[in-house]
């Protein structure tokens, strides 16, 4: 038998936010929304959710393994082993296909207890799976995905076309996508960009001559950022070496370890080194330029700070984040390069064009915290208004 949805009368709507740690972008998508949502001011009731948590209530894997299903994928990320990455999803995508039945089942359990009033994915792969139990469950509550990437990652990434979803893309390109796909057009919408957390947007406003000064840096010298996401990357290591001149803020993240090497690395150029922080933009406000893997979120968060982006394109690149090499490219923002071993050229090609370089980046202005609120609020009120509407012809 079918569940119904409660009856949204004296109460707030929920709306449950799907995301996991896996690279971390997923998380702060889920906690950069939460807060969006607070500040539209929506009488909703929020909960964020991590999938896995749903998965392995019982957290199996961790006692099979000594780690959580996102530390495989997260360590990997830290060492740089990212070879391969496009063979190894297409595996990952063939045993999520084979797990599907229990997967929904799961699934449908899960969503028969919390009953909510809208899903919202900020996870790719397992789309159709919360998709179907959500539709054989509460087939009258609306599933979202909204993406976390610039771009799609066809096929069976983040769009699934052959289910009820309505997808949120942050670019022409990715509606382009899911348009070519299949995916119906009353249930693709567009937003301005990734999700930044309320920082980027309002950023408290900074001396920079003073904190650089305060950090131990020079404030007539350009700096840059290495940054390559939570967990870091001890290709970091080889890129400080490279640019040993070069005055830097290198981003840590979590990976206290690659912390201390980068301590411990001879330099000529005074070196500011991080772990993780939740002050990021006040550190990019210190910035000129940003060095890092191309990834959507913190190449976006870059770019909304105007820092010019030097990043690389190649066989290690991992395939959803391909796009955001041809968005700094087309877009005129900084420099790709086939290498980081050619990223100390790239930095002198790179400092004397920064003030055109920001012109390009304050023309890239991202308004998705503004446009997802309201786009949810819209399928939230389209399919509440349908549903009261079917309840009125079955009592008639």
Known sequence: M?????????RKPRVELIYFNAGGGHRASSLALESAIQRAALPWQVQRTNLFE?????????????MDPEDVYNRRLARGWTLGLSQELRVLQSMIRFSHRALVQRLRGYWASERPDMVVSLVPNFNRSMADALALTLPEVPFVTVMTDLADCPPRFW??????????????????????????????????????????????????????QRAGLDPTQPTGLVLFGAEGSRQMLAIAQALTETQLIVACGRNAQ????????PRNAPTLVLEFTRE???????????????????????????????????????????????????????????????????????????P????????????AAQDVPVLLERILRDATRRSNARNVLLAA
């Open 2 to 10: 079918t569940a119904m949805p409660r009856s949204s009368e004296g």
């Open 54 to 66: 749903v998965l392995d209530p019982g957290a199996r894997f961790r006692q099979w393994t000594g």
């Open 159 to 212: 769009t699934e076309p052959r289910t009820q979803q309505h997808v949120v893309c942050g670019t022409p390109y990715a509606v382009a996508q899911a348009r070519a796909a299949g995916c119906a057009a009353h249930r693709v919408w567009q937003s301005g960009g990734m999700l930044l957390g309320e920082q980027f947007y309002r950023p408290t406003p900074v001396n920079r001559v003073q904190e650089l």
């Open 258 to 265: 690659l912390a201390r090497a980068m301590r411990a690395l």
């Open 280 to 354: 990021m933009a006040r550190y990019m406000q210190m910035a000129d330029f940003f060095i890092g893997k191309p990834g959507s979120g913190s190449l976006s968060e870059a770019v909304q700070m105007g820092l010019a982006p030097i990043v690389v394109r190649n066989a290690w690149t991992m395939p959803q984040e391909r796009y955001c090499t041809d968005w700094v490219r087309d877009n005129g923002l900084g420099l790709v390069l086939p290498s980081f071993k050619d990223v100390a050229a790239a930095v002198q090609e790179l400092t004397p064009q920064l």
């Open 356 to 367: 055109r370089f920001k012109d390009a980046a304050q023309r890239v202005r991202n308004s």
